[in-house]
């Protein structure tokens, strides 16, 4: 299984997700604090993986199942929590409103990684990103494995939405738009690759505490409770239009 774990987290950290569905939700409260999800669809990556040669071949299918809770770690590693730098410590706290949910089928394969952060306002949520690198994917993946993580891989992390986008929120109105450089990568992914771009697909949902009166983006779906937006798109169809999700909605 770690040989598994291996593959598909390091194709998702090179954003190599050949086939994948990858899926936002921001849900926002009155208050501008809220919940933040994604969901990466790994299907594709482990039948890629059990095509790989591996030294250690396994010899039988297995299931990875596992929900990592950073509240719970902190607070059942406390006491060595307690003696790390103080630097440390802040870093780790960071993390406490963040869970990693990993389920992987070798028999299927099927499988998926769920990322949930409940963040406090939306500077917070912009944070999440930073966050979310300094995080040692391998050492989750292995449970425990106590090697250190290059400098390369710190850099490297899972996709997020506050990377893509700029996105502000307030009682009156909510926007979107995509950042110039996410708009440069999307359109140079698109037109190296063709087939691999309609394979990429994004779906991007955002749930108000208000109903929508008005939105500026024919692309946007609106919910039938009038209380959120939910966009659908491929890479090849962001390479055509950057500008794709971008969205102002106004509220009642």
Same mark, same amino acid.
């Given at each position: 299984?770690?040989?598994?774990?291996?593959?598909?987290?390091?194709?998702?950290?090179?954003?190599?997700?050949?086939?994948?569905?990858?899926?936002?939700?921001?849900?926002?409260?009155?208050n501008?604090?809220?919940?933040?999800?994604?969901?990466?669809?790994?299907?594709?990556?482990?039948?890629?993986?059990?095509? %790989?040669?591996?030294?250690?071949?396994?010899?039988?299918?297995?299931i990875?199942?596992?929900?990592?809770?950073?509240?719970?770690?902190?607070?059942?590693k406390?006491?060595?929590?307690?003696?790390?730098?103080?630097?440390?410590?802040?870093?780790?706290?960071?993390?406490?409103?963040?869970?990693?949910?990993?389920?992987?089928?070798?028999?299927?394969?099927?499988?998926?990684?769920?990322?949930?952060?409940?963040?406090?306002?939306?500077?917070?949520?912009?944070?999440?990103?930073?966050?979310?690198?300094?995080?040692?994917?391998?050492?989750?993946?292995?449970f425990?494995?106590?090697?250190?993580?290059?400098?390369?891989k710190?850099?490297?992390?899972?996709?997020?939405?506050?990377?893509?986008?700029?996105?502000?929120?307030?009682?009156?109105?909510?926007?979107?738009?995509?950042?110039?450089?996410?708009?440069?990568? %999307?359109?140079?992914?698109?037109?190296?690759?063709?087939?691999?771009?309609?394979?990429?697909?994004?779906?991007?949902?955002?749930?108000?505490?208000?109903?929508?009166?008005?939105?500026?983006?024919?692309?946007?779906?609106?919910?039938?409770?009038?209380?959120?937006?939910?966009?659908?798109?491929?890479?090849?169809?962001?390479?055509?239009?950057?500008?794709?999700?971008d969205?102002?909605?106004?509220?009642?």
């Amino acid at each position: 299984m770690k040989r598994i774990m291996y593959y598909f987290l390091f194709f998702i950290s090179l954003y190599f997700l050949t086939g994948c569905e990858v899926a936002w939700e921001t849900q926002f409260n009155k208050n501008g604090s809220g919940k933040y999800s994604m969901m990466v669809d790994l299907s594709s990556i482990l039948q890629m993986a059990s095509s %790989m040669p591996s030294p250690d071949e396994e010899k039988s299918s297995s299931i990875k199942d596992t929900v990592i809770d950073f509240s719970k770690i902190l607070e059942n590693k406390k006491d060595s929590i307690s003696k790390l730098p103080k630097d440390e410590q802040k870093r780790l706290k960071e993390l406490e409103d963040l869970s990693i949910e990993i389920k992987a089928d070798t028999a299927t394969n099927k499988g998926f990684i769920r990322i949930d952060y409940d963040f406090d306002d939306i500077e917070d949520l912009k944070s999440i990103g930073e966050k979310l690198k300094r995080v040692e994917i391998d050492k989750l993946a292995n449970f425990g494995n106590s090697k250190k993580m290059d400098e390369k891989k710190k850099e490297k992390g899972l996709p997020v939405i506050t990377d893509l986008f700029d996105i502000n929120f307030s009682k009156k109105s909510f926007e979107t738009k995509i950042k110039e450089e996410a708009a440069k990568n %999307m359109k140079s992914d698109s037109e190296k690759d063709a087939a691999f771009a309609n394979m990429i697909v994004f779906k991007i949902r955002y749930v108000f505490p208000y109903r929508i009166k008005s939105v500026s983006n024919e692309n946007v779906k609106i919910l039938s409770n009038f209380k959120g937006i939910e966009f659908n798109a491929s890479i090849s169809d962001m390479g055509k239009n950057p500008n794709f999700f971008d969205v102002k909605v106004d509220f009642e």
